[in-house]
């Protein structure tokens, strides 16, 4: 699944804007765990270091936020034909039409954002950040599942702990992303007991 992430679903998790901010959190839960490919357009990786950096208040965090984003995130060019195409567009909002031109183009499966009116007119499928979470596409991938358990034997053989009967019950309560460095790093909580 190829989602294009629209600027507002981006700055929801990055700065925990409540109430938008869980399910944005769920898609780069997502995006981490390469259930989903998830892109933003070079036009609006500007626009969210700025927001970042003004929430920050601080330009290497900023930076640092950027860089940790851009590991999680595709970027897409934004070219000539994408700004002419959106002048001719149905969307009335200029940024929005180059936005979908984009994600048109690129062929991404759904456009993710709070702002659903605005790309209505477009012809690339939009949808607001819970319903795609509510998407029943949302499992670990047995790659992931099996690397998982790896390194989950590998570290009841250091620390002698069983940790396997517990994992898995509840795919949603096993993975968290923690609100350190904005949410960005993800880890896989697991309850432990003796063997």
Same mark, same amino acid.
């Given at each position: 699944m190829r989602i294009l992430a629209d600027t507002n679903v981006i700055i929801d998790a990055l700065t925990s804007r409540e109430p938008w901010n869980k399910s944005a959190e769920e898609i780069?839960?997502?995006?981490?765990?390469?259930?989903?490919?998830?892109?933003?357009?070079?036009?609006?990786?500007?626009?969210?270091?700025?927001l970042i950096r003004k929430h920050l208040h601080n330009i290497e965090a900023a930076k640092m #936020?950027?860089?940790?984003?851009? $590991? *999680?995130?595709?970027?897409?060019?934004?070219?000539?034909d994408d700004c002419m195409d959106a002048l001719a567009s149905a969307i009335s909002d200029y940024e929005d039409a180059v936005v979908e031109k984009v994600a048109s183009r690129k062929d991404m499966d759904y456009i993710v954002t709070r702002n659903i009116k605005d790309y209505q007119a477009?012809?690339?499928?939009?949808?607001?950040?819970?319903?795609?979470?509510?998407?029943?596409?949302?499992?670990p991938s047995s790659a992931l599942l099996q690397? #998982?358990?790896?390194?989950?034997? $590998? *570290?009841?053989?250091?620390?002698?702990?069983?940790?396997?009967?517990?994992?898995g019950q509840n795919s949603k309560s096993s993975?968290?992303?923690?609100p350190q460095l904005l949410h960005l790093f993800v880890v896989f909580p697991l309850p432990f007991s003796k063997p």
């Open positions: 780069f839960l997502m995006a981490a765990n390469h259930t989903i490919e998830m892109y933003i357009t070079a036009s609006s990786a500007t626009d969210i270091y700025y #936020i950027m860089g940790k984003l851009y $590991s *999680l995130t595709g970027i897409l060019e934004v070219t000539a477009g012809g690339t499928k939009i949808i607001l950040p819970d319903d795609f979470v509510k998407l029943s596409f949302y499992a690397s #998982i358990r790896k390194s989950i034997l $590998s *570290l009841e053989r250091e620390t002698h702990y069983s940790l396997l009967p517990h994992f993975v968290v992303v923690y």
